[in-house]
């Protein structure tokens, strides 16, 4: 059975810093992985995605990830975050070939500080 | 840009009640689910749904809780008879517009309150 583990709960960085939220997984299949973003009363927001291909993938906002196999990795990466970055952000993985059901990790609160 | 759409945004029954939450997925997707997070938990799986059948669900999703979709755009999350532990946060998500894997766009959800 597959397992994310997001060992930080809560991250407080000020703004202009830069930061890093760790994601384990565990799976002995092939796997696709994920970073969701969740604001304050929202839903849940794709934020980038590890399909195949690149280890390292980006998003449109600053943020990367990148898939390290060897440890088991994901981790997501800002080199300066803003204010408006503080959200939740989750970890998911999804295996291949079944019904794709993503499975998440507990979450990280990126709380940005002036 | 498509969105997956659910209603309503907050829905307030008593203990034993019977609720529907309702999802209208991306148009042309195959694939959708059905997650919660119970406030300050994870987000967990509930069910998955495809070619008008369950294709996989969770352990969370007994008999209390039936799926359909009953019509070429609506799906709908079913509980039976609530309990105070159903309260949480419910959300619709869709994939897929082949066999190839796709992401799943997710609904803003529904927080269901159980009293």
């Known amino acids: 059975a597959q397992s994310v583990t997001q060992l930080d709960s809560q991250v407080p960085v000020f703004e202009e810093a830069p930061v890093e939220l760790r994601c384990n997984y565990s799976?002995?299949?092939?796997?696709?992985l994920f970073w969701y973003v969740q604001y304050p009363n929202q839903g849940l927001q794709l934020l980038l995605k590890y399909l195949s291909g690149s280890t390292l993938v980006k998003s449109i906002n600053g943020f990367e990830a990148e898939f390290n196999k060897s440890q088991t990795s994901f981790h997501l990466r800002k080199p300066s975050v803003h204010i408006s970055d503080t959200a939740e952000y989750f970890c998911a993985v999804s295996v291949d070939g079944a019904t794709n059901k993503l499975i998440f990790g507990s979450g990280t609160l990126l709380a940005v500080q002036p | 840009e498509p969105e997956v759409t659910q209603t309503p945004s907050h829905q307030v029954t008593q203990m034993g009640q019977e609720v529907i939450l309702r999802c209208v997925p991306i148009s042309n997707h195959l694939y959708f689910y059905w997650y919660r997070q119970i406030l300050g938990q994870k987000v967990e799986f509930l069910v998955s749904?495809?070619?008008?059948?369950?294709?996989?669900k969770s352990e969370i999703f007994d008999d209390q809780f039936s799926v359909e979709r009953p019509d070429g755009s609506n799906f709908t999350l079913k509980i039976r008879s609530t309990k105070l532990e159903d309260s949480a946060m419910y959300f619709c998500?869709?994939?897929?517009?082949?066999?190839?894997?796709?992401?799943?766009?997710f609904g803003p959800g529904t927080r269901l309150t159980v009293t």
């Open positions: 749904f495809y070619n008008n059948e369950i294709s996989e």
């Open positions: 799976s002995s299949v092939s796997v696709y």
């Open positions: 998500a869709s994939s897929g517009t082949s066999g190839r894997y796709y992401e799943q766009y």
